[in-house]
């Protein structure tokens, strides 16, 4: 029982002396919370196309030395082959006289005769209306058709009246009508004016088309006469330098209606 009564005791003495302080209201103010807003970092993307090449494996080249099983390629220098030009053996066995009412020719054996009648109303070298508009024209054509010789016949309305032109700027300008894409300057060679015994006149000249031409390798030689009653056109074409024997014995052998008349 004393040791209750001293805890009471001790109890009021307690409770007497001390003051008791209310403890403090505790307010809890909501925080505001402030959201910085993040920055997106985009990282740019940036597609790269490689592209694989495979290239083949090198064949190994063999050496001189050192391989075997292996025979090395021929290096012998290949000599080159020219081919000959085609020339008649004996062109002068080997030749047919053809002759008519305009002119003789020989031409060699074999080769093909045609003939036509074609119009030719008009003529730059003698004017208009100094022609008859009907022309005769003979080819002699090769076996295999890569030369002939041609010959046109035209006929003068009125005899004796056309003179030939003997200025080469004249026959150069009736290259360039055949040949669209050349100057006549820079393919006529060897142009010469001859006349025959009888006075009657001619006219000479090669055409030799160059390479930078479409019509290349076109070539040929040309003799335009004048007589009393006719013009003539005689070409040889083909190549000139490897027939050259063939083309001088036709020219040589020529004769036009006069002299041909003549010699009968």
């Known amino acids: 029982m004393k040791f209750l009564a001293v805890l009471i005791l001790i109890s009021l003495v307690l ?11 505790i307010i809890n103010t909501p925080a505001t919370i402030t959201e910085t807003p993040s920055l ?3 990282t740019p993307f940036t597609t790269t ?14 050496t001189e030395t050192g391989f075997t099983g292996y025979t090395l390629p021929d290096r012998t220098p290949v000599p080159l082959v020219t081919e000959s030009p ?9 030749y047919t006289l053809y002759s008519n009412n305009d002119f003789s020719v020989s031409y060699p054996q074999g080769w093909e005769v045609v003939n036509e009648i074609m119009r030719y109303p008009s003529n730059r070298m003698c004017g208009e209306n100094k022609l008859k508009p009907e022309a005769r024209l003979l080819t002699f054509r090769s076996a295999d058709s890569s030369l002939n010789f041609t010959a046109l016949t035209m006929d003068f309305v009125t005899v004796d009246k056309c003179d030939i032109k003997t200025t080469i700027d004249v026959w150069q300008d009736t290259i360039q009508p055949r040949f669209f894409d050349v100057a006549g300057p820079s393919a006529m060679t060897n142009f010469e004016v001859k006349y025959s015994e009888f006075k009657t006149p001619s006219v000479n000249f090669d055409v030799m088309i160059p390479q930078s031409s479409v019509f290349y390798p076109a070539e040929y030689s040309e003799r335009d006469i004048v007589s009393y009653t006719h013009f003539y056109t005689f070409r040889f074409n083909g190549n000139l330098t490897g027939w050259k024997e063939v083309k001088d014995t036709m020219f040589r052998s020529l004769k036009t209606e006069e002299r041909a008349k003549v010699v009968r």
């Open 40 to 42: 997106a970092v985009t």
């Open 15 to 25: 409770a007497a002396g001390c003051t008791t302080t209310p403890p403090k209201k």
């Open 86 to 94: 085609k020339i008649l053996v004996d062109p002068v066995s080997n």
């Open 49 to 62: 196309s490689t592209q694989i090449i495979i290239l083949p494996t090198p064949t190994p080249v063999p």
